[in-house]
T-cell receptor
Framework: AQRVTQPEKLLSVFKGAPVELKCNYSYSGSPELFWYVQYSRQRLQLLLRHISRESIKGFTADLNKGETSFHLKKPFAQEEDSAMYYCALRAGNQFYFGTGTSLTVIP | DAGVTQSPTHLIKTRGQQVTLRCSPKSGHDTVSWYQQALGQGPQFIFQYYEEEERQRGNFPDRFSGHQFPNYSSELNVNALLLGDSALYLC?????????????FGPGTRLTVL
């Protein structure tokens, strides 16, 4: 069965420190993975998609099929990165979301 | 373009009642997906509508039904409400082309069942 796991509900880092938000998945097919972000009082929005291999707002994520992981990383956290982050897997027309990680960047 | 819009913003119902939530997709989008987000959880896929038909359904009972209109707007209906149906209901729209296109989310409707 398809499943997305985000083991950390809360994560706090200091400004300028590296940040890594963990995501593991289970899926029998070829996975298509995403990171979504929700800033305070804003809508859920796409941050990045593994297929595009882009760096968005300094964030990157590499799909590791051996470890079934898709961790989100940023070398130097900024205060504006404080938000809720959701990892998601697409299977056909259906998305499976993790439970989310609330990131707080401490000034 | 206001993007994806949903109505109402909030509503309160009692157990056993029925509710209808509405969604207007972003301009140019023809596909609407509905999600349920319980407190402290990630969004859970309910179903997706395209060309006025339900194309895929998540693990939700038949009490959850939907409709898509010719103008691509959509409704989510929930019958025989349970306390556990209290959640934020999100609508997302996209354009169904030959390749994947990004889905855009609405602000959600907060449903409270008493």
């Amino acid at each position: 069965a398809q499943r997305v796991t985000q083991p950390e509900k809360l994560l706090s880092v200091f400004k300028g420190a590296p940040v890594e938000l963990k995501c593991n998945y289970s899926y029998s097919g070829s996975p298509e993975l995403f990171w979504y972000v929700q800033y305070s009082r804003q809508r859920l929005q796409l941050l990045l998609r593994h297929i595009s291999r882009e760096s968005i707002k300094g964030f990157t994520a590499d799909l590791n099929k051996g470890e079934t992981s898709f961790h989100l990383k940023k070398p130097f956290a900024q205060e504006e990165d404080s938000a809720m982050y959701y990892c998601a897997l697409r299977a056909g027309n259906q998305f499976y979301f993790g439970t989310g990680t609330s990131l707080t960047v401490i000034p | 373009d206001a993007g994806v819009t949903q109505s109402p913003t909030h509503l309160i119902k009692t157990r056993g009642q029925q509710v209808t939530l509405r969604c207007s997709p972003k301009s140019g989008h023809d596909t609407v997906s509905w999600y349920q987000q319980a407190l402290g959880q990630g969004p859970q896929f309910i179903f997706q509508y395209y060309e006025e038909e339900e194309r895929q359904r998540g693990n939700f009972p038949d009490r959850f039904s939907g409709h898509q209109f010719p103008n691509y707007s959509s409704e989510l209906n929930v019958n025989a409400l349970l306390l556990g149906d209290s959640a934020l209901y999100l609508c997302a729209s996209s354009y169904r082309g030959p390749t994947y296109n990004e889905q855009f989310f609405g602000p959600g409707t907060r449903l409270t069942v008493l």
